[in-house]
């Protein structure tokens, strides 16, 4: 089974232009049947505050997510800025099954107070899990844990999606700046260590009218062995999981069975 990570150059509040960069790259990628696909955060706007502008009110992101994941067959991991009952925004995550249905929506729990985030986004309140199936058999099947970029910088989220969740691989999505490009690495791979899980950390690539972002898109084997790197340039990391050897590595070395704090 293989996860694809979509490191896209996001144009700016142009939600139109965005899903022909996603479709074309998918197109071109021809992900086989069951595999997993992530997309960055806000792939469909940027990381904009503009809620009148990039707010999936019409629902056409979460339309194009369900139908990509159809057509390709696929388990796909998008992000979407929607309206919460509060009149402030949510920064969400929807995955979508191989069949199109929704498998999860997560909203994410940390809005970047640094940026201004948490001025015009509400945080969400749960840790989501959903089932990833590339076929029948158990080496074929698990559970993700998703997140949305400045979630990284808190363990405590990824640490309950393995315990309580089930998680064996962590999907990330992210609008992660150059200036703190390394900070995104090392929590990346600390992530994939203390879980014992796999950990899938795509980014955007090039700039907004307010910052140049740093690419690097990455991910992390169970015992933070880098399986792959992307640089700032738009691209595609794919990378196969290999489910009997992380479990393999969680029943000989118990760290995960042994936390008590979770």
Known sequence: MHAHLLQTDIAWEDRPANHRRVAAMLDALRPARG???????????????RLDVTADRDGSTLAFLREAGARHAVTLQGARTVIGPDGKGRNRASVIGPDGSILCEYDK?????????????????DVRTYPWAAGPAPETRTTVCPAICYDLRFPELFRRGVIHGGAEVLAL?????LPRALHRTVLAQARAIENQAYVLCVNRAGSDPHLRYAGGTAAFGPQGDPLGQLDEDEGVLSVAIDLPAL????????AVRDARLA
Do not use: K, Q, Y
């Open 35 to 49: 595999d997993l696909v992530v997309l960055p955060e806000m792939f469909d706007t940027g990381f904009s505050f």
């Open 247 to 254: 479990r393999a590595w969680r029943d000989r070395f118990p």
């Open 173 to 177: 999505g992210a609008n992660w700046p």
């Open 109 to 125: 729990i940390h809005p970047f107070s640094f940026g201004r985030e948490s001025e015009f986004f509400s945080g969400g309140d």
